[in-house]
């Protein structure tokens, strides 16, 4: 079954402090995964997807096949990082974009 | 700049009332697509359109119909409103079936 599992529905951390918001994918294809965020009363927008492999606000996310995970992390993180986060996998079978639970990230002052 | 824009950010319906949600996007985007977002239970997936007046269904479409009788306008119908339909719906589109999708800004649905 094609799914997307993000463990945690809250992570609360302190400003400065190093974040990784988990994210485990099965797929049997070759996978295309993304990472979405909605910030306080904005929309859902794409934050990175793992094809273009860049750094967006300091947030990477490296696929690891082994592990079926795409992970992403910031090494220090800021107050306005604070908003839901939803990993996403690309189904080549369905054309669905399928989404995880997604997470919370909670950053204090 | 990319635009997609839905009929209401809240709607109050009555159970058994019918209920139309409107998405417009301004992309000349081929892809559309209607989410529920619920918590805990991240984006489910109720139906898209790849092609005007062309639909599939997603993960959970029972209780819903779309209409797409333009490229640029998606619509999301709900026959029969039950108290399990109150969520929050979002819209969005795509260029291609597999690049970044955009979205609106929600529509916050309750059923009463």
């Known amino acids: 079954a094609q799914r997307v599992t993000q463990p945690e529905k809250l992570l609360s951390v302190f400003k400065g402090a190093p974040v990784e918001l988990k994210c485990n994918y099965s797929?049997?294809?070759?996978?295309?995964l993304f990472w979405y965020v909605q910030y306080s009363r904005q929309r859902l927008q794409l934050l990175l997807r793992?094809?273009s492999r860049e750094s967006i606000k300091g947030f990477t996310a490296d696929l690891n096949k082994g592990e079926t995970s795409f992970h992403l992390k910031k090494p220090f993180a800021q107050e306005e990082d604070s908003a839901m986060y939803y990993c996403a996998l690309f189904s080549g079978n369905t054309g669905k974009l399928i989404f995880g639970q997604g997470t919370t990230l909670q950053v204090k002052p | 700049d990319v635009k997609v824009t839905q009929s209401s950010r809240y709607l109050v319906k009555r159970t058994g009332e019918k209920v139309f949600l409107e998405c417009v996007q301004d992309m000349d985007h081929e892809n559309m697509f209607w989410y529920r977002q619920d918590p805990g239970l991240g984006l489910r997936l109720i139906y898209f359109s790849y092609d005007v007046k062309m639909k599939e269904k997603g993960d959970i479409p029972e209780g819903y119909s779309v209409s797409r009788e333009k490229k640029e306008r998606f619509s999301l119908i709900l026959e029969s409103a039950s108290t399990n339909q109150t969520s929050m719906y979002l819209c969005a589109s795509s260029q291609q079936i597999f690049t970044e999708q955009y979205f609106g800004p929600g529509t916050r649905l309750t059923v009463t």
């Open positions: 797929y049997s294809g070759s996978p295309e």
């Open positions: 793992h094809i």
